[in-house]
């Protein structure tokens, strides 16, 4: 099933953004920004969290999150130990509200209109594990640029 395989990734990428978030040897560095780089790790991790618990802890799972997008890259100094606490909430959200979705409704049509048009709930899902993962490379090269 594919909502099993979705599951397993959006945990594993989610392990390897804490695995990332840990490994700053300065915490400060989690929110510096230099010339070109001008979203922090921090700031792109409480965006992860905060996509992931909209679009599928709220909609899948019915979690009553509500969304503040423009704190996720405004909001400065969260302390690592909430930014980790926060990233094990998401894990345990994602799990359970993907746990909840019925492989036949993965055709349905996603119920928010994201894009230009509708989408399939499988189509946004694999979307948004892209989403994950391209951020989370920008963490690691940002960890390794500026985390000297």
């Known amino acids: 099933m594919l909502t099993d395989t979705l ?4 945990k594993r990428d989610l392990q390897k953004l804490k695995i990332e ?15 070109s780089v001008t ?3 921090g700031n792109l991790c409480l965006h992860l ?9 709220a909609e899948f799972g019915k ?10 890259f405004s909001d400065k100094d969260v302390p690592r130990e909430i930014l980790i606490q926060k990233i094990n909430e998401t894990i345990d959200v994602v ?11 993965l055709q349905e049509e996603y119920p928010i209109i994201v894009f230009t048009e509708p989408m399939s709930n499988e189509y946004f899902l694999i ?3 892209a ?10 090269y940002h960890r390794r640029l500026l985390d000297c």
């Open 63 to 72: 979690t009553g999150f509500v969304r503040d997008r423009p704190l996720e």
């Open 95 to 105: 799990d359970l509200s993907l746990g909840k979705i019925p492989e036949e409704k």
């Open 131 to 140: 989403h994950l993962s391209y951020h989370l490379g920008q963490i690691n």
């Open 7 to 10: 599951r397993q990734i959006f």
């Open 49 to 57: 969290i905060g996509n992931l618990n909209h679009f599928i802890g």
């Open 127 to 129: 979307h948004l594990a």
């Open 21 to 35: 978030i840990e490994a700053y040897k300065d915490e400060s560095n989690l929110w510096a920004i230099d010339r």
């Open 39 to 41: 979203n922090s790790a």
